[in-house]
């Protein structure tokens, strides 16, 4: 295991400052020198794994030859390779002890990438370990989310005090900060919430967006004060997945130049060898979607193979490129390795013992050998340093741009400016009625001028779901500092790349828009927004039967009912102006959950007794002919209902009824309030409720009770005139007088 | 508009039918004969709208070199020219007055597709217009639904009853056949349900899939008694979606020789020039995915360009063909062409009457011209022939084949064997206990025998969702006769492609797998299923957070609630052995709706009182020690909580309760029941209720009553032991015996 090859430590230590201030920046007045070649260790192969193994059975050989391999060159690489292996081999083990210990997880994964894993955070990323915060960091995001343990081995590594050699322990356990998947409220360190496969790609092209748009705003020619990559590791999991292939569509639409992904091309899934349902050519694929592609052939051991790549890829601008990294899955286990059997489950403790000797590790489980922790533990200092000289550089920044620094502090920070929520527009009884889409746009274009995170798009509906910013033009490769985000026809990559966005920088406040019913095709996204606390804002208008004519591939029916269904998600049907704001302050101030605003095509009007104080409580009351908490009854209603609910209130008090409406535009909201209010609502004592909503009843007799009745549709719906559609399918106030005279 | 070449009426007749019989075969015996060149009309131009301009302004020129344009070759047709545009321009008038009429819908695409509309359905596809079930005809997919238009005016020229004058006339009206999109179940002769975009390129998949694996399976080498193409329309909106992606790929591996693919390339989406969010270059991502590809450069009047490319696309047998045609959307209009307003909006009086002096169309609105009628007219003669052409070959393939005519009878009819469901698994209380995934795998090898139609797979969990059909090998390029389907990690994708398999014939049962939280990655796929009335089945397993370690990501929540919120879905949660094979028995005979199941992760014991009759009833008694339907509290559980419930009813009965245990494995199918039957489950004088379900609590008060209670996880999971995490979040008999001393 000893190297052939090694400088003396001065030299190295130069060289790594250099590398550091070098090698990782795009400005261009850093230093740029050679070191001597190490290409000769390549072969060093301390294991058994063939290392060709991989390489030599690829595709069939259909690889584009347009595709160039990874050059091994000349690399400002000064760690001797016996300790880079050393390092290397640390991840791998302490990877498979975690694993073992909790008899439960993913080993493959981190054996086949502990290579590029240690050449990203010992050599080429850039962060601070002791303040994983630090706005200037380079992003990593490990797409292929089960090799959790490739990234908590690594934050181990790297100082951060949130993976402690105990948490390694605990992997997988209750309470633990090592999940079973990398999860960003529960590890700090990691930037997303990967797992399910081709988020975490897609989240990424979301957080290089963020850079490439933050850095075109506030970079100067003397100052660029926003200067960091986003890296991904991703599988061939996260390669077959659509959102995978929408994402980097729009990646290489954008051009961005600091996304850097690699693949483990390790041609291993569950299911066995890749043959059997993924035999497309990767390369070319990436190619046509405007990516600058590399391969390295040796991931195994072809360690400057990889930092070449790297490079390489970093001297691109204007493209992202993705580096195929060929790999063994498993590397180093001599019975496993390059089967399904290493991808998800513990190696057992004979093939432990075996990957042990046949790796030449002494150690016992979690150990890092002495040399390798002192190696890493640069990382606190040097990160410190990386922070220290930012922090004067936007020191200097504040002096000559001060306006532009408050902006982007504010961005950095999350912090609202004092008084925001005045730019929301409100509105009276007298004001012209209007579809809640189009409000929302009105609120939007208010918010913009105030919120300097706000930024966001549509999914190829921009003048249906009026999303439009109209004092910004478009996001794009051209011209990135502007704040309209076309998403083209792509909802489940839209979703995830602004979970990327949102969780960029806490100032962020990202808004995606589609039709209501297609929120199924990015439903995985919004449940990871809600699982991983993205504040991200769903416009999702055609909310109902009431868009007509498209028909039942086009109206929603279950999508309110699914949503609250779904944790930590904001669920907002506002019925007009003034609840539209409503929702959008709610939305803006929930910084910790997606909310979702189901928003109308069709007109309706500015409703008596509505406020945005009264969103603000999910469920209240807009208009009351009772006296002492007891109405004869409860009309309740969202959204466009809730007109309908407010006639036949109308009509029922002619006839001398006491009738209470109530707005329940949010339930999440409502279930948050005190007993007391809820009372103040919906009294115990009155069970002669009924609810209209033009959509399903499930989830109603919560709320309506026992002896209420929940007005709604249970079917799919039709194409025809809203109207038309309304009556035949009984969302009507003569169903709701009916309904009311029945329960009451 | 008079053409300048034309042939004798014999020679026409001629050429026709071995076009028929010739062009549209694959057999080697047919003949095949050249035709008088007509390529010196194809720059025959009657209209202002330029046919040149989005062809040459086509994304930077960036075509792959190696997609070849389609040549304009001689080819067998011998319609006069004049007539086939006079045939197209009915169609574009028919979709356009049909818009206007209704003030809804999408003229832009019929517009510009009408001419390989026109080449497909009057020259190229095999079908009967009287019997539109034919078993042996060529699919077609509107995968851009939008466009339906297209397919009322062809299905309408066709001579297919469902699609009369008076049906375009009410395009879009509540009741008529003529839907805002595409709709198999609304209208005769739609095979798939489209319009959410990219499902019905992945539907097509799925049918040509169908095609291929009949073929091989049934097909001997002297009666190629399965034998039929799949078309394709689809737009830039489809290639958009990740779903596309995924089919695509598959059918690229797969190798769907039959499959034909013409992507509208019209450069315009609802947000204007696909410029704004899609530059990647389709071409070559088509051949990444081992597509063949063609592109025809003029799209609008090249029909010779079209002709070629279909005849290059059928000629080519391993590779599934997109032919790229470049159209002009809207074209024919003169101010409206090539803009996104043309696109889903009505044209307007004033336009429709330039569109009709532009294109020289004195006609009333939806007039079919005389001789466009006559020519169209043969299509329901030569459809009854090749009908009874293709009966006759049936009879000769049941004279000699009698058993393998059976089996492909059953596919085509749906009929189901007699007595198949004693194939279903049946267990006692002492058969050994398992997890319901693995009691699934049982079912699926026993109904495999019995059921000819049944196939499917797994993506990429085929060993953790135990999906494999142990005496079967995989559907592959090479042996497309096999039955275990490889998805590969493409959820979205391969729903649809179910959808397609289910709607190619009756008889076909196609299931699909993955982990249960991972429906929300194909809720769009299955929505469709739900609407098109495709019996798919959903093998859902690991449903809970029983599943442990694998962390929030990976457990459902909320999913039980958004599926039963569904309309037409049967969502079931067997508990046990009996249950699972109940729930298949409900699964395969309910081919109108799907079914999804979701399935334990972890082992289960076989409950005593659970039975396949229980199921079928959809909530049941499994035990009870009341008397007079009056028991002091009824215990509800679902799945992996029923052990739970029945755990609780034991410890309650020993203290001296009267304890009901109700199953409620399907809310539908219990929903479904007589009130006697309902009320001798749950009667109304009982209120004192306890639901127990490892997932969220929402809706169950409709079914436990405003005095009962719910008990369930109503917020995301976590990383643990399924032990640990079931106690952490009180799933535990304790619990409910709490709960039941509360209430009751």
Same mark, same amino acid.
């Given at each position: ?320 490129? &993705?580096? =195929? /990294? ?5 590397? $180093? +286990?001599?019975?496993? *390795?390059? !089967? ?106 208010? &918010?913009? =001028? /105030? ?5 966001? $798009? +549509?999914?190829?509906? *921009?003048? !249906? ?106 669920? &907002? ?8 704001? $409503? +929702?959008?302050?709610? *939305? ?157």
């Amino acid at each position: 295991m000893a190297s052939s090859s090694s400088l003396h430590l001065s030299q190295a230590l130069l060289a790594r400052a250099v590398y550091l201030h070098g090698f990782n920046s795009s400005s261009s007045d850093r230093v740029s020198l050679t070191f001597p070649s190490f290409s000769g260790l390549k072969s060093h192969s301390p294991c058994k794994a063939a290392t060709s193994t991989s390489a030599s059975r690829r595709r069939g050989g259909a690889i584009s030859t347009t595709v160039r391999a990874a050059a091994v060159e000349t690399l400002g690489q000064t760690t001797e390779v016996s300790l880079v292996e050393k390092s290397i081999n640390t991840i791998r083990f302490l990877a498979i002890d975690a694993v073992e210990k909790a008899n439960s997880g993913h080993p493959g994964l981190p054996m086949g990438c502990a290579p590029m894993g240690h050449i990203l955070y010992d050599e080429v990323m850039r962060y601070n370990p002791k303040n994983p915060a630090w706005f200037n960091r380079d992003r990593f995001v490990l797409s292929a989310g089960h090799g959790c343990m490739l990234q908590y081995a690594l934050l181990h590594l790297a100082g951060y005090d949130s993976v402690q050699e105990e948490d390694l322990k605990n992997f997988r356990q209750w309470g633990s900060r090592t999940p079973g998947h990398p999860e960003n409220f529960e590890t700090v360190g990691v930037e997303v919430t990967t797992g399910p496969l081709g988020q975490g790609i897609a989240n990424a092209v979301g957080l290089a967006l963020a850079e490439k748009h933050l850095a075109a705003r506030f970079n100067k020619p003397d100052n660029e004060i926003v200067d960091h990559y986003t890296y991904v590791i991703l599988g061939d999991g996260c390669q077959m997945e659509g959102i995978s292939n929408e994402a980097c569509s729009l990646a290489g639409h954008w051009g961005l130049g600091k996304l850097i992904a690699l693949y483990d091309d390790n041609h291993i899934s569950i299911d066995g060898d890749t043959e059997i349902a993924f035999t497309e050519n990767v390369d070319q694929r990436f190619e046509a979607l405007g990516w600058h592609v590399i391969w390295v052939k040796n991931g195994n051991t072809g360690y400057d193979e990889i930092r070449a790549a790297i490079k390489e890829a970093k001297a691109v601008k204007d493209k992202p490129t &993705l580096i =195929k /990294v060929t790999t063994t899955i498993g590397y $180093g +286990s001599p019975n496993k *390795a390059n !089967s399904y059997s290493v991808h998800g489950s513990a190696l057992g403790a004979k093939e432990v013992d075996a990957t042990r000797k046949n790796l030449g590790w002494p150690y016992e489980p979690f150990h890092v050998p002495e040399d390798v922790k002192k190696h890493w533990s640069r990382h606190a200092s040097d990160g410190a340093k990386l922070e220290a000289e930012w922090n004067a550089k936007f020191a200097e920044y504040q002096k000559k741009y001060s306006e532009e620094a408050a902006e982007l502090k504010a961005i950095i920070t999350g912090e609202l400016p004092a008084g925001w929520e005045k730019a929301l527009p409100r509105y009276t009884p007298e004001s012209p009625g209007d579809a809640t889409r189009n409000l929302s746009q009105q609120n939007l274009n208010a &918010l913009v =001028k /105030v919120l300097p995170g706000l930024l966001g $798009g +549509s999914a190829d509906l *921009a003048s !249906s779901n009026m999303t439009l910013l109209k004092s910004y033009g478009d996001f794009q490769k051209a011209t990135p500092e502007e704040r309209n985000v076309r998403f083209g026809v792509r909802e489940h990559g839209m979703g995830a790349i602004c979970n990327g966005i949102a969780l960029h920088s806490p100032g962020f406040i990202p808004y995606c828009a589609t039709f209501f019913v297609f929120t199924d095709y990015m439903r995985a996204a919004i449940r990871i927004s809600a699982l991983c606390e993205a504040g991200v804002i769903y416009v999702m208008t055609h909310d109902s039967i009431g868009l007509g004519e498209d028909g039942p591939t086009h109206q929603p029916i279950e999508h309110l009912a699914s949503f609250r269904a779904m944790p930590n998600v904001l669920m &907002l049907r506002p019925a007009d102006g003034n609840e539209t704001a $409503g +929702s959008y302050k709610v *939305a803006v101030l929930n910084k910790k959950r997606p909310s979702i605003l189901a928003l109308s095509r069709q007109k309706l009007p500015q409703l008596p007794g509505t406020s945005i104080e009264g969103v603000e409580k999910g469920g209240y009351i807009i208009s009351d002919n009772s006296s002492g908490n007891k109405p004869d009854v409860i009309l309740i209603g969202t959204g466009s209902e809730l007109e309908i609910a407010a006639a036949a209130a109308e009509d029922l008090r002619k006839e001398g009824k006491a009738v209470r409406v109530v707005s329940f535009v949010s339930w999440e909201l409502f279930d948050e309030q005190s007993d007391a209010y809820k009372e103040s609502v919906l009294p115990a004592s009155v069970s002669a409720r009924v609810s209209i909503e033009a959509g399903s009843t499930f989830g109603w007799h919560k709320i309506v009770g026992s002896k209420g009745k929940a007005i709604g549709i249970d079917r799919f719906g039709a194409s025809a005139p809203a109207g038309k559609i309304y009556k035949e399918f009984g969302i009507t106030k003569e169903a709701v007088i009916a309904a009311a005279k029945e329960v009451s």
